[in-house]
């Protein structure tokens, strides 16, 4: 694995830490073809029975590192970002998060993809896209308003403004909030019962909850995908994508 993606597998629980706390553990394309392997393997791996996804640090992730996402933007369906979260969608194992402070753009819509969320009382949860001339992605236009309920996912997708945990929870994208301090702690026990559980019952049972929405997810994953691509190339998100850089080099 990649040194930006640490990777540990303990009692059954294979733990992936995004691990770039200097760049706020901000993706790359090669953070992506990583994440993507390690998902996939662990799907053919019998002794892997739960993912935990967790930041390095006191981040979770601050979503795509601009410029390098500037260098390799997405082109069609096999590119790193959509075959992460593709990888994630089809996920057999339950997946499990742990959130700490901030969590970004993909950050937070990765999450509607986890079978429970842990989140600190410090989390912040923000999608940007629209600020950035873009459009919903991960598949959260068709799951966020199932969750949260239209009005709640219509504020956070078309203002794109930072929300706490309190609200992430309230949205359905947060299982539990829990002190700081805890946050690990609390994760990884979770992450562990899970674990001990009987593993096909548990892939069943997750197979059951998933699979009636899973060929739309796809679809809508697809469908976001190509207009994000095709918002990209417009004068909103370049023009938005500039202001960006400007800041970050002031």
Known sequence: MSDTLLTKREAGVLTLTFNRPEKKNAFTHAMYEAATHALKQAATDAEVRVVLLTGAGTVFTAGNDIGDFMEHPPAGEDSAVFLFLKALVDAPMPV????????????????????????????????????????????????????????????????????????????????????????????????????????????????????????????????EGAKFIERLGSTEAQEAFMAFMSRGRK
Do not use: W
């Open 96 to 223: 499990v998060a742990a959130v700490d402070g901030p969590a970004v753009g993909i950050g937070t819509t990765m999450l509607l993809h986890c079978d429970y969320v842990v989140a600190s009382e410090r989390a912040r949860f923000h999608m940007p896209f629209v600020q950035l001339g873009l459009c919903a992605e991960g598949a959260s236009s068709l799951l966020l308003p199932r969750m949260a309920g239209y009005a709640l996912a219509s504020e956070l997708l078309l203002f794109g403004e930072p929300f706490d945990a309190a609200t992430a929870q309230r949205a359905g994208i947060v299982n539990k909030v829990v002190p700081d301090a805890s946050l690990h702690e609390v994760a990884n026990e979770r992450a562990r019962t899970l674990a001990s559980r009987p593993a096909e019952a548990v892939r069943v049972t997750k197979e059951l909850m998933r699979a009636p929405l899973r060929a739309e997810t796809h679809a809508t994953l697809a469908r």
